[in-house]
């Protein structure tokens, strides 16, 4: 069975960076991708990233791109996400999560989820 944990998560101000990972277990991830999502108080979970484990190939929500890096450390069976120039608006919930064939940039293609780590930008 697949397991994500993710870390990292946090309180910092506006313009600020914060790393989360997201480490797998369970299995092994070859043709899987690995996403990230996010979900503020009162609105829906919304795509923020993926990559492809086998690929690297990565995509990213307009909203993040110039300032969110994801990656992988096959090595480690862990993902990444990179967040500078944090603004308030970011603010929220993060998970980690993994599909198998399915581009997991909309919540109905994942597989599993992590539990959610805190991230919040302070104004």
């Known amino acids: 069975q697949v397991q994500l944990v993710e870390s990292g998560g946090g309180l910092v101000q506006d313009g600020g960076s914060l790393r989360l990972s997201c480490a797998a277990s369970?299995?092994?991830?070859?043709?899987?991708?690995m996403g990230w999502f996010r979900q503020a108080p009162g609105k829906e979970r919304e795509f923020v990233a993926h990559i492809s484990w086998s690929s690297g190939r990565t995509a990213y929500a307009d909203s993040v791109k110039g300032r969110f890096t994801i990656s992988r450390d096959n090595a480690k069976n862990t993902v990444y996400l990179q967040m500078n120039s944090l603004k308030p608006e970011d603010t929220a919930v993060y998970y980690c999560a993994a599909s198998r064939g399915r581009v997991p940039n909309v919540p109905r293609n994942i597989e599993v989820w992590g539990q959610g780590t805190l991230v919040t930008v302070s104004s």
């Open positions: 369970g299995r092994t991830f070859s043709g899987y991708f």
